[in-house]
């Protein structure tokens, strides 16, 4: 069993639908992260949870919110998304938020396609 | 701020042969961690290996061991005797020591590593 469970694994959607992405871990960790990975760009860090307190907003559009109702569960709702939003969305969590050594585990990620 | 720099976008290797793929970055400070994460094609992200920039010993996972050079923060990964299996994106990781936001992972582009049976 995975430590990090995002769904839906793939997500098509238009520009004025609303949809949310689900990230589950098991791990016991204290920090969740949602990541955006587009092709030859590194990896974009968009928001972190901190035992379900948000402690990272970076300069992300409006139209992505995210919700932590616990340490377990993280959420990422989308509405009136554009074309360039269409990438894989990855989910992460570690033991603590930003503490050296600790390695983050990541999700399978969801495929986002806007249409 | 600091950056993380791969500056091979695709690399190939024969089975069982060695490959090197290469990581730079820049920093201001002396005490951070080092990663290397494997992404398969539409599978999850996994750590590969992990330095500790104060220690001085290469770290080693199996096949896997890196070449860490702090003086010239330069951080490469080499996969000995490689396998199909090895295929993947590889992307080359900083975190600083100090907690909060600046403990955040800093990413490269990353390195598409194809394997040749």
Same mark, same amino acid.
């Given at each position: 069993?995975?430590?990090?469970? %995002?769904?839906?694994?793939?997500?098509?959607? #238009?520009?004025?639908?609303?949809?949310?992405?689900?990230?589950? %871990?098991?791990? #016991?960790?204290?920090?969740?992260?949602?990541?955006? %990975?587009?092709?030859?760009?590194?990896?974009?860090?968009?928001?972190?949870?901190?035992?379900?307190?948000?402690?990272?907003?970076?300069?992300?559009?409006?139209?992505?919110?995210?919700?932590?109702?616990?340490?377990?569960?993280?959420?990422?709702?989308?509405?009136?998304?554009?074309?360039?939003?269409?990438?894989?969305?990855?989910?992460?969590?570690?033991?603590?938020?930003?503490?050296?050594?600790?390695? %983050?585990?990541? #999700?399978?990620?969801?495929?986002?396609?806007?249409? | /701020?600091?950056?993380?720099?791969?500056?091979?976008?695709?690399?190939?290797?024969?089975?069982?042969?060695?490959?090197?793929?290469?990581?730079?970055?820049?920093?201001?400070?002396?005490?951070?961690?080092?990663?290397?994460? !494997?992404?398969?094609?539409?599978?999850?992200?996994?750590?590969?290996?992990?330095?500790? /920039?104060?220690?001085?010993?290469? /770290?080693?996972?199996?096949?896997?061991?890196?070449?860490?050079?702090?003086?010239? !923060?330069?951080?490469?990964?080499?996969?000995?005797?490689?396998?199909?299996?090895? /295929?993947?994106?590889?992307?080359?990781?900083?975190?600083?020591?100090?907690?909060?936001?600046?403990?955040?992972?800093?990413?490269?582009?990353?390195? !598409?590593?194809?394997?040749?049976?």
């Amino acid at each position: 069993e995975t430590g990090v469970t %995002q769904t839906p694994r793939h997500l098509v959607m #238009g520009m004025t639908n609303k949809k949310s992405l689900k990230c589950e %871990q098991h791990l #016991g960790h204290n920090a969740m992260y949602w990541y955006k %990975q587009s092709a030859k760009k590194p990896l974009e860090l968009m928001f972190v949870y901190s035992l379900e307190e948000r402690v990272e907003n970076n300069s992300v559009p409006s139209r992505f919110s995210p919700e932590c109702p616990n340490s377990s569960h993280l959420f990422l709702h989308l509405h009136t998304l554009q074309p360039e939003d269409s990438a894989l969305y990855l989910c992460a969590s570690s033991q603590d938020w930003g503490a050296g050594g600790q390695p %983050q585990h990541f #999700g399978d990620g969801t495929r986002l396609s806007i249409l | /701020a600091q950056t993380v720099t791969q500056s091979q976008p695709e690399m190939s290797v024969q089975e069982a042969e060695t490959v090197t793929l290469s990581c730079t970055y820049d920093t201001s400070e002396s005490d951070y961690y080092l990663f290397w994460y !494997k992404q398969p094609p539409s599978r999850q992200m996994i750590l590969v290996i992990r330095q500790e /920039a104060y220690k001085q010993q290469n /770290a080693t996972e199996n096949r896997f061991s890196v070449n860490f050079q702090k003086a010239a !923060k330069s951080f490469s990964l080499k996969i000995s005797d490689s396998q199909l299996g090895d /295929a993947a994106m590889y992307f080359c990781a900083y975190r600083s020591s100090y907690g909060g936001s600046q403990g955040n992972l800093i990413f490269g582009k990353g390195t !598409k590593l194809s394997v040749k049976p």
